[in-house]
């Protein structure tokens, strides 16, 4: 045996995942405060010619002379999303997942996710991990960083849209960042996925003690401090996606949108303050796809991207949620003010979370230790 060449890493299956502490969610919210420092700072690289692209897509036509070829059908993709991020964790990876909304007919989740992380020096491979929680949890806790800095102190009432797993994560994170909410309004459109959520609301929050399903939109909206939009839905046309409308919304609410999402004309106007993950995210996104752009990615910050394009607002509008974090940016600046907030979603923070629950992983002796080889055959 070559001590110098052998490469083992370290295999997480999803039980190894949760032994491992993915789902501590306000842990993720720290770690996600931490990596948006450190996405301000500069100190980390995505794909793309500007360092910010959310990742490559196989895309599948509508119509192909090959029988076996996928259809381009709701959520139908591969998509692989590299990252390094420096500061204490100098690490790079990897995740790659297919999606399709078929999936949940066979019992599946809509996405089934892995994760590798890699030594940033010689580019071994420390670990390949389960990531639907990673994930999951990664993009629930960005809604909570925002609150932190963002939503009011004295924030009791929480609007969701969407009882699925984005909800339950993006709730945990505000839980973990407005501990005094109390009440809670939903709205879902299947039996089964509301009935899961109380559930789980339930056992996980006891603490709230007012949970209502709502039928319309405009009532998870209204009178709500924090609101998420977490539904799925089609693309194509945003004229049907779901909408915020000024009069709905609370003075001094914080909406965290990392799902599909449109606003009305009021919600447009300079006073109510727009602030994005990464700006350069929605930038990369925007040279990527045909225009309007909102049109195909169906977050709020694309819409803001097609603002600027078209003279609704200036590019000086925009606010970057790293340079709050960093304390060159105000947080909340007075009680009644608005804010909407469009969450992405970055391999970055697949790297800053994977690395963390990878670290406890070692620490904790969890996972099954796997050999890549002991001595190359090429070299």
């Given at each position: 045996m070559n001590a110098a060449t052998?490469?083992?890493?370290?295999?997480?299956?999803?039980?190894?995942?949760?032994?491992a502490g993915v789902t501590d969610m306000a842990a993720c919210v720290d770690c996600m405060e931490e990596m948006?420092?450190?996405?301000?700072?500069?100190?980390?690289?995505?794909?793309?010619?500007?360092?910010?692209?959310h990742g490559a897509m196989v895309m599948?036509?509508?119509?192909?002379?090959?029988?076996t070829m996928p259809k381009p059908t709701a959520d139908r993709r591969f998509m692989a999303m590299p990252a390094y991020l420096g500061g204490r964790f100098c690490t790079t990876g990897v995740k790659w997942y297919g999606s399709n909304v078929a999936n949940r007919e066979k019992g599946l989740p809509r996405s089934i996710l892995m994760f590798t992380l890699n030594d940033t020096e010689t580019g071994a491979p420390l670990a390949h991990m389960s990531a639907n929680l990673l994930s999951a949890y990664r993009t629930?806790?960005?809604?909570?960083?925002?609150?932190?800095?963002l939503?009011?102190?004295?924030?009791?009432?929480?609007g969701i849209l969407g009882p699925g797993v984005m909800a339950k994560t993006t709730l945990s994170a505000f839980m973990a960042a407005c501990p005094g909410i109390d009440t809670l309004k939903v709205k879902g459109r299947g039996e089964k996925s509301l009935n899961d959520f109380l559930a789980w609301v339930a056992g996980a929050f006891p603490q709230i003690t007012s949970v209502t399903v709502v039928e319309s939109i405009e009532e998870v909206v209204r009178g709500s401090d924090l609101v998420s939009y977490c539904n799925s839905g089609e693309t194509g046309d945003p004229s049907t996606y779901p909408i915020v409308r000024r009069d709905w919304v609370k003075p001094g609410a914080f909406l965290a949108m990392p799902a599909v999402c449109n606003i009305d004309e009021g919600m447009q106007a300079p006073d109510i303050r727009k602030v994005l993950d990464n700006t350069g995210l929605y930038e990369a996104w925007y040279e990527e796809v045909p225009k309007p752009a909102h049109a195909t990615i169906p977050v709020i910050g694309v819409k803001f991207m097609d603002m600027i394009a078209e003279g609704k607002m200036a590019r000086s509008d925009l606010e970057d949620l790293g340079a709050i974090v960093a304390g060159d940016a105000p947080g909340r600046r007075t009680d009644d003010e608005i804010v909407i907030m469009s969450v992405g979603g970055m391999p970055v923070e697949d790297v800053a979370w994977g690395t963390v629950v990878y670290r406890n992983a070692v620490e904790r002796g969890i996972g099954t230790t796997l050999n890549l080889w002991e001595e190359p055959v090429l070299r």
């Open positions: 052998r490469i083992d890493f370290l295999y997480l299956s999803e039980p190894d995942m949760i032994k948006f420092g450190l996405l301000h700072a500069g100190d980390y690289r995505m794909a793309g010619a500007n360092n910010d692209s599948f036509p509508a119509e192909s002379p090959f029988p629930g806790a960005v809604p909570g960083v925002g609150a932190r800095h939503a009011r102190n004295d924030a009791k009432i929480a």
